[in-house]
Structures are given as structure tokens and as C-alpha cells.
């Protein structure tokens, strides 16, 4: 089974810093990989995709990641933050042809005005 | 498109009972849904996959007998916790999937229900 770990839960950074979460998993087979995020109250949305292809991936809002295979990553990053990306931010792997996911434990974004 | 919906937002109940969450795919026909449970500061755990007229399948862990699911429909899968318990207060979330080519798949995620038993 898969396994994914995000580091530094707890993130807070002032507008216009840039923000860059990171996301290793487990699995040493083909991988779906995906950034959501929950804004405070809201419900799971996603942020960005990587199936195949060209491993940096662009996704809403200014976001991206890049997916780098001999480090079973898929880092998000955003040049530079508003207060209004304040939310939580989940990594989730799934297996190619298995549409499980597993998630990891999640970063607390906090943006400073 | 692929919205889906939970219902209740929200529920109290008191503790012996039993409560039915409802998870809907409004705009697509969703082939798998799933039920996570999140709690507070915490990721979601995956607890169960459903598919369409067939039995779920559940996670190590997870009681099916306390945990029952069912997928009636392409739109429609019902989560019922049967003799609720304090311990399972926590906010559950669907996702559903739809017909995908390929072996990639992405889930479209409900906006939650949060019981509390008392």
C-alpha cells in the first residue's frame, strides 16, 4: 500500500512569499499524483493532476508541481501567496489502474495580510 | 460539472442510534464512490469503495457491520453508521468517480457531513 508524507504541517508566511510544500510517497510503481486543497469550511477541491507526461504540472490559482520520479516527489510550489490561500493542503497518491487514494496528513497554510 | 452532494451537511444524534448519509453524483454517473472520514486536523481516511450494485469493499479496520454501505444506483451510494457511539462523531466525506479511459483516475469530493453523537 501506498504511503505519503508531508512535512512541516504547520506552515505561515506573510503575502507575496512564495510557498512550497512538499510530497514524497511510497509506491515504486506507476503513480497518480494529486494536490487538493479544503479552503475553511469548504470541501475538498482540486488543485492540480499529474497522470503522464510532462512532469511539471500547472494547475488553478497559480500553483504547480512537479512530479521527480527517482524522488518519489511531487512538491507543490506558488511564486507568491495571497492571504486568500489560506486553507489546507493534502497530497494524495493513487496506483495506475487503482483508483484508491491515499492521502497524507496535510499542511495548515496561513497567510499574513 | 461532476458535483457531487451530501446529504446532511450536518447531524446530531444520540448515541444507540442509527443515521444515513446520502452521497450524490448530480451531473455524472459515478461507476465508484467512496467514503472517507476526517478527523479534526487530520487527513482523511479512506474507509470503504463502493461500486455500483455490488458490496463494498473495506478497508482493514473498518467494521462493516457498523459501516453500511450501500450503492443502489450510478448517482447514488448511502452511508449508514448503525448504532452510533461517541467515538464515531468525525466528519464523513464521499468522492465519486466516473467512466475513465485508462487506468488514471480523479475523484470528485462531496462537501461532508459532520455527525456528533451525544
Known amino acids: 500500500a501506498q504511503s505519503v508524507s508531508q512535512h512541516n504541517h504547520h506552515v505561515i508566511l506573510s503575502e507575496a512569499a512564495s510557498l512550497e510544500l512538499g510530497c514524497n510517497y511510497s509506491?515504486?510503481?506507476?503513480?497518480?499524483l494529486f494536490w487538493y486543497v479544503q479552503y475553511p469550511g469548504q470541501h475538498l477541491q482540486l488543485l492540480l493532476k499529474?497522470?503522464?507526461?510532462?512532469?511539471l504540472v500547472k494547475g488553478i490559482k497559480g500553483f504547480e508541481a512537479e512530479f521527480i520520479k527517482s524522488k518519489f516527489s511531487f512538491n507543490l510550489r506558488k511564486p507568491s501567496v495571497q492571504w486568500s490561500d489560506t486553507a489546507e493542503y493534502f497530497c494524495?497518491?493513487?496506483?495506475?489502474?487503482?483508483?484508491?487514494?491515499?492521502f497524507g496528513k496535510g499542511n495548515q497554510v496561513v497567510v499574513i495580510p | 460539472g461532476a458535483v457531487v452532494s451530501q446529504h446532511p451537511s450536518w447531524v446530531i444524534c444520540k448515541s444507540g442510534t442509527s443515521v444515513k448519509i446520502e452521497c450524490r453524483s448530480l451531473?455524472?454517473?459515478?461507476?465508484?464512490m467512496f467514503w472517507y472520514r476526517q478527523f479534526p486536523k487530520q487527513s482523511l481516511m479512506l474507509m470503504a469503495t463502493?461500486?455500483?450494485?455490488?458490496?463494498?469493499?473495506?478497508e482493514q479496520g473498518v467494521e462493516k457491520d457498523k459501516f453500511l454501505i450501500n450503492h443502489a444506483s450510478l448517482t447514488l451510494s448511502t452511508l449508514t453508521v448503525t448504532s452510533a457511539h461517541p467515538e464515531d462523531s468525525s466528519f464523513y466525506i464521499c468522492?465519486?468517480?466516473?467512466?475513465?479511459?485508462?487506468?488514471?483516475?480523479?475523484?470528485?469530493f462531496g462537501p461532508g457531513t459532520r455527525l456528533t453523537v451525544t
Open positions: 468522492s465519486a468517480t466516473g467512466p475513465r479511459g485508462g487506468g488514471s483516475y480523479e475523484q470528485y
Open positions: 509506491y515504486g510503481g506507476t503513480v497518480n
Open positions: 499529474y497522470f503522464s507526461g510532462d512532469p
Open positions: 494524495a497518491v493513487s496506483s495506475y489502474g487503482n483508483n484508491r487514494l491515499a
Open positions: 451531473d455524472f454517473q459515478a461507476t465508484t
Open positions: 463502493s461500486n455500483e450494485g455490488s458490496k463494498a469493499t473495506y
